[in-house]
């Protein structure tokens, strides 16, 4: 038994790397690197849980373990806790949309940001219909967000908060208060478009709209709408500051 975990889990947290370093250096295709990590992470989860039981038994036994074998459990236990951490409890439920706008009648454009740019399986275009209400009952938060902030001085303040957040800012046009830019996932490095764009309401107030979409997978495990959260987050930090 020991043997069979042993092997099973090294042979496991060596495909969870290994898919991951593929498609990053686009080795392998997003699909077939998703569908690996996910049999890496089952196959992870079930050494884990088995290994610690073994762990238990052996202790309780006063039966001597090898280090290579809790190694293999160690492992195989932080592999999926990482994956699961990055996505949050939440993103397991999260429903089966991958762009998300804080305005879902009128969502920000991307009028810089073109389909052909990087490797994309989804669309720029907004669906709505389906996906409005979808989202809507996910994330009934995901508003616009209504500041008493003169528009140039919000647009500067999400130009701001968007590079603080470590997104890379690809276009901007201050005269229409629009920006756009890219953001990283922490695993596979997964890039997702986002569209900022500022309504001036009157001299002294604004309405603040952000869109996020990512460029492969159907769900985003809620991805978009936490990084729109955090946005909007430090951005009400950062004008109440004024």
Same mark, same amino acid.
């Given at each position: 038994?020991?043997?069979?975990?042993?092997?099973?889990?090294?042979?496991?947290?060596?495909?969870?790397?290994?898919?991951?370093?593929?498609?990053?250096?686009?080795?392998?295709?997003?699909?077939?690197?998703?569908?690996?990590?996910?049999?890496?992470?089952? %196959?992870?989860?079930?050494?884990?849980?088995?290994?610690?039981?073994?762990?238990?038994?052996?202790?309780?036994?006063?039966?001597?373990?090898?280090?290579?074998?809790?190694?293999? %459990?160690?492992?195989?236990?932080?592999?999926?806790?990482?994956?699961?951490?990055?996505?949050?409890?939440?993103?397991?439920?999260?429903?089966?949309?991958?762009?998300?706008?804080?305005?879902?009648?009128?969502?920000?454009?991307?009028?810089?940001?073109?389909?052909?740019?990087?490797?994309?399986?989804?669309?720029?275009?907004?669906?709505?219909?389906?996906?409005? /209400?979808?989202?809507?009952?996910?994330?009934?938060e995901v508003t616009t967000l209504?500041?008493? /902030?003169?528009?140039?001085?919000?647009?500067?303040?999400?130009?701001?908060?968007?590079?603080?957040?470590?997104?890379?800012?690809?276009?901007?046009?201050?005269?229409?208060?629009?920006?756009?830019?890219?953001?990283?996932?922490?695993?596979?490095?997964? %890039?997702?478009?986002?569209?900022?764009?500022?309504?001036?309401?009157?001299?002294?107030?604004?309405?603040?709209?952000?869109?996020?979409?990512?460029?492969?997978?159907?769900?985003?495990?809620?991805?978009?709408?936490?990084?729109?959260?955090?946005?909007?987050?430090?951005?009400? %930090?950062?004008?109440?500051?004024?």
């Amino acid at each position: 038994m020991i043997k069979i975990i042993n092997w099973s889990g090294q042979g496991a947290f060596l495909l969870s790397v290994l898919t991951v370093l593929g498609y990053r250096t686009a080795i392998l295709p997003f699909r077939v690197a998703f569908l690996l990590f996910i049999l890496a992470l089952l %196959v992870c989860m079930i050494v884990s849980v088995v290994g610690l039981l073994e762990l238990a038994f052996a202790r309780y036994r006063k039966k001597p373990i090898s280090l290579e074998f809790v190694l293999v %459990v160690v492992a195989c236990t932080i592999c999926p806790s990482v994956a699961l951490f990055s996505v949050g409890l939440e993103g397991i439920n999260a429903p089966m949309i991958h762009d998300i706008s804080s305005d879902t009648d009128n969502p920000p454009a991307f009028i810089f940001t073109l389909e052909e740019q990087g490797y994309r399986e989804n669309s720029l275009r907004y669906a709505g219909g389906s996906v409005s /209400v979808m989202q809507r009952q996910a994330y009934p938060e995901v508003t616009t967000l209504y500041v008493e /902030v003169a528009p140039r001085v919000a647009y500067q303040k999400a130009l701001f908060v968007a590079s603080i957040l470590g997104w890379t800012i690809s276009a901007q046009d201050s005269m229409i208060y629009h920006f756009e830019a890219q953001a990283t996932t922490a695993i596979f490095r997964f %890039v997702d478009d986002i569209a900022v764009r500022i309504t001036p309401l009157d001299e002294g107030s604004s309405a603040i709209d952000i869109r996020s979409v990512s460029r492969v997978g159907v769900s985003d495990f809620g991805a978009n709408a936490n990084r729109i959260g955090h946005f909007f987050t430090r951005l009400k %930090v950062e004008l109440e500051n004024l």
